[in-house]
C-alpha cells in the first residue's frame, strides 16, 4: 500500500516562491517515478513536472519550465516541487502521484500513475 500526502501549498503573490512537499509511504518508494499535476475547478487535471524512480531524469511541462524544480530525497521517502516566479495562473490544487511501473521515463498522462495524495491548495495573488 502506497500513500502520498502533500504540503507546503498556501497563498503568495505573484513573483514569490513555494516549495511543495510529497511524503510518500511504500517499501519501494527508491522505484516509484513520481509527478505533480495540478487542477483548477471546471478543467482537466493537468501534468506539470516528474522525476524519475533514479532521480535523474526530470520533465516539466512548457508553462513551468526554467521556474519549477523538481527533486527528491529518497532517506526522507519525500519529493519535493520549488515554484519560482510564481504567475497567477499557476493558482491551483497541486497533486503529487506514484508511478510503480519502475519505467526509466517520466510519463505524463494521469494514467500512469495508480496511487495520488489529497492534493494541496496554491494560490497566486496579485
Known amino acids: 500500500q502506497v500513500q502520498l500526502v502533500e504540503s507546503g501549498g498556501g497563498l503568495v503573490q505573484a513573483g514569490g516562491s513555494l516549495r511543495l512537499s510529497c511524503a510518500v509511504s511504500?517499501?519501494?518508494?527508491?522505484?516509484?517515478?513520481i509527478g505533480w499535476f495540478r487542477q483548477n475547478p471546471g478543467k482537466e487535471r493537468e501534468f506539470v513536472a516528474g522525476?524519475?524512480?533514479?532521480?535523474?531524469?526530470?520533465t516539466y511541462a512548457d508553462s513551468v519550465r526554467g521556474r519549477f524544480t523538481m527533486s527528491r530525497d529518497d532517506a526522507k521517502r519525500t519529493v519535493y516541487l520549488q515554484m519560482t516566479s510564481l504567475k497567477l495562473e499557476d493558482t491551483a490544487v497541486y497533486y503529487c502521484?506514484?508511478?510503480?511501473?519502475?519505467?526509466?521515463?517520466?510519463?505524463?498522462?494521469?494514467?500512469?500513475?495508480?496511487?495520488w495524495g489529497q492534493g494541496t491548495q496554491v494560490t497566486v495573488s496579485s
Open positions: 522525476i524519475s524512480w533514479s532521480g535523474v531524469g526530470t
Open positions: 502521484a506514484a508511478d510503480r511501473t519502475y519505467r526509466t521515463t517520466v510519463a505524463v498522462a494521469m494514467s500512469e500513475y495508480d496511487a
Open positions: 511504500g517499501r519501494t518508494f527508491s522505484r516509484y517515478a
